[in-house]
């Protein structure tokens, strides 16, 4: 454990000798860190990247790999479908809140097809193909889907849907390998791969402990901590923090958001919050701290056949958006109770069908021959849950799902026999507060001014996401603003 | 407007001459800043108070005055009621998260007899009569009531139920004069007169704007403006903030509340998050940004008598429960949807009963002579609130309520003609997030530490609650940890 003492800041007329120096210094070589490496080195920048375990990666290697981009790329061309900026900022702004960031959520829109070009002439590929069963996200290497509701209501209602999760293809053999790796994988190799060619250096189990600042309040470089040795290292443009969120600091958790407390998940355990803490010893402003992404654990073609109710046997959301809004709505909104409700046709039906989460258990925790029998034997009160199944009967025999409007597709009424999943406390996930930073990644004092020489990006910075989620919007907003925040320290 | 730069820190080297000297300053002259004064003045201090408006009061003095005292209180037993620490502690721990501070809230619940004689002895009269009506919130001057849904629904049934709403009895002439005041004037007057006996100085029309600092970074002083002239202050032992919550920063409000953006309500405009962000700017530590105390306007007469539903027809929380957790649940977890139903008897009984909310006004929006009629009048889907009063009545008929446990006591069957009020939008309220403190109301760095010299308590500090919220605990905290505030600096 860090004591005290050593958060910072340092003053720099403290150091006396400078270990390393670079005109960019970056804290973190996950995806944030990556992509800054990469946009400080092509702006001519000499860069040095810091990383606290043995290799490049961070979170981003270990995860799925989606990127959410859109407003017309040419992978979203080639799968058929058409998209634009103004439908992905309506449609950001509509899930991602309340209270997101609409001026970063612009930019964010307006780059996203040269932030792709970016990524394939970076070496990431994309396969040109998609994917479209529920859970929406593949099992396989196919390079498009939806990744945050889009095709489902509320919002396709009115904003005009596209897929807009990039995945990265994985060549066969790293896929089936005895470690065998996710689409993140794919995008960080490339990109780290990049940053060598282009000189960028890297030094691991090196790990950033406080901020070096002049006279002027201006960061200068940061001091490092390597196998219990002290390094200072000179900035001379800027300092890039891109270490991650605070998922696994516990005090943290329980200060900002206490719902994650015992359950962080998709996440490394190097996620302790150090560049945020970093950055707020020297006046930061944070944002957005209690917003966190959830993950919620069931197989996607069971849920959509089902109807899922809270603790009380009422439904609280349509069961085909999703599965992060649907965690969001359990965790937050409805104390962690869920249960699939889902008849024996549908249980079979979901079971038998291309899934893309082949691996999770659905055991079927409770089974009867009628509603009121399965609502006794969950302990539910009499009539809860059998009125519900009631009323989403009455009008799924129309195709209809007026209060929650799943699609027509989905909708059937329940009938017998059928049974029960127990879904409490099947959610996990990871934070998604952190540094306020403007459009050009930099990080923002409690006045609102920029705090000079200081850059910030990925997850230990308050991103696109205000409340909501969408899959692939850390490894988007981290590799766009992390790409912004290297090109601004370059320039610095 | 301040500008950005006026926020500080300003060094101590700096400043050539101190306008002004005390042991103790304090920024804020309502409930904290009025206790820490006084706390201060009895350990010894020399004490100066700088009060941004032209008078003592702040949101405490405009409050209804209601206190959160308990563990057996004087007037508690008077009233004929049995508190324990324990009890109070275990109610206080499960309504008040998720995230508390434990540690924060097992010190004020030990401490709290104590705080109430404190009171008494400062000139604060509390009468010896309880107020039991539905609302809990007396319109009189009884000294006790419930204020946090103690007596309701899931706390009763595990957790002793005690009132702990403490009110201070508001003289004739004081509360039926042309500028009739609630219980909080009568709070803060005996406080500020005894500060001012005390030999405490105060000064009016002086805006805090940053906080100076030493070599060593311990806060020194501060520096203010007065009619635009710029003063500063030295504090020979610390700095007490107090100047309140942020509920009027619209930047912070939507960087960390936003649900609270447009519905501020039941505080002073002045609350523009000052002292957060001085402190912010030493590398303050904060928590629980998101927390908010959030009122909901329906005559509570009516409200226990009735059902309350959400945009689906939902039920959603027991009926006879605390106000601000029925606010709570409608802003945060039914996106501000609601709906009283009520039939014709009960809306007669209510409109006839003893009310503390008599001048809420509360007609109906719809009425029907069935339930299926008042659904079609309320736009609601076909059998979605029918299947609500269903289930409702089907229970109510044997004096339950299996799904939220309201009492029995106002658990009837609806009948007919019936009506809706709608209850979209009644929402309302203030934030509850700030700086973090320990239990001596030092603010904490980023890095867990004291900052030297510098102490907060009262709104603008993240208090005893973290999620949830009961009437009291602001002034209740306020006081508590204000008093603490002004002790600790004046051995600082």
């Not at 005290?4 to 210094?25: C, K, M, S």
């Not at 780059?111 to 593949?138: I, Q």
């Not at 940061?222 to 002290?230: E, I, N």
Request: proline share 5%.
């Amino acid at each position: 454990m860090a004591t005290p003492e050593d958060l910072g800041p340092v003053r720099a007329d403290q150091i006396t000798t400078w270990d390393h120096e670079a005109d960019v210094v970056i804290a973190g070589y996950g995806v944030a860190g990556a992509a800054a490496a990469v946009g400080a080195a092509q702006s001519g920048a000499d860069v040095l990247v810091f990383e606290r375990t043995g290799g490049w990666g961070g979170a981003a290697a270990m995860s799925g790999g989606i990127i959410y981009m859109g407003g017309g790329t040419p992978l979203q061309k080639a799968c058929g479908f058409d998209d634009t900026v103004d439908a992905m900022k309506a449609f950001m702004k509509a899930a991602l809140g309340p209270g997101v960031d609409e001026e970063k959520i612009d930019a964010y829109c307006e780059g996203s097809v040269d932030h792709y070009h970016w990524l394939v002439d970076s070496g990431v590929v994309f396969k040109e193909e998609f994917w479209g069963e529920p859970g929406w996200e593949t099992p396989g290497d196919e390079g498009l889907m939806y990744s945050g509701g889009e095709n489902a209501a509320p919002f396709s209602a009115t904003i005009p849907p596209a897929p807009r999760g990039h995945v990265p293809q994985m060549p066969a053999e790293e896929k089936h390998g005895s470690s065998a790796r996710g689409g993140g994988y794919m995008l960080m190799k490339p990109l780290t791969e990049l940053a060598d060619r282009l000189g960028v250096r890297a030094e691991y189990d090196v790990r950033a402990q406080s901020l070096v600042v002049d006279d002027d309040g201006r960061v200068v470089g940061l001091v490092a901590s390597r196998y219990g040795r002290r390094i200072a290292v000179r900035a001379r443009g800027g300092v890039v923090l891109a270490s991650g969120s605070f998922a696994y600091n516990q005090t943290m958790l329980e200060s900002y958001a206490p719902r994650l407390v015992n359950r962080p998940a998709a996440s490394v355990e190097e996620h302790d919050g150090r560049s945020i803490r970093m950055a707020q010893a020297l006046g930061a402003d944070l944002a957005h701290m209690d917003a966190t992404e959830v993950a919620f654990f069931c197989n996607p073609q069971l849920f959509v056949r089902g109807i899922l109710v809270n603790g009380r046997g009422q439904r609280y959301i349509n069961e085909d958006t999703y599965a992060g809004r649907v965690g969001q709505a359990t965790l937050i909104e409805n104390d962690n109770q869920a249960f699939l409700i889902i008849d024996e046709a549908s249980y079979e039906e979901g079971m038998a069908s291309r899934s893309s989460s082949a691996g999770i258990p659905a055991p079927l925790t409770w089974a009867a021959e009628t509603v009121e029998e399965l609502e006794r034997e969950m302990g539910l009160p009499e009539g809860a849950l059998q009125s519900t199944v009631e009323v989403y009967n009455r009008h799924a025999s129309e195709g209809k799902d007026p209060l929650f409007g799943k699609s027509p597709e989905w909708v059937r009424p329940l009938g017998t026999p059928l049974g029960a999943i127990d879904l409490r406390g099947r959610t996990g996930g990871f934070t998604l507060g952190g540094l306020r930073t403007d459009v050009d990644s930099a990080v923002l004092h409690a006045s609102g001014r920029p705090i000079p020489g200081l850059f910030a990006a990925g997850r230990c910075t308050s991103g696109v996401c205000a409340g909501g989620y969408a899959s692939g919007t850390s490894l988007g907003d981290g590799s766009f603003f992390g790409r912004r925040a290297g090109i601004a320290a370059a320039r610095a």
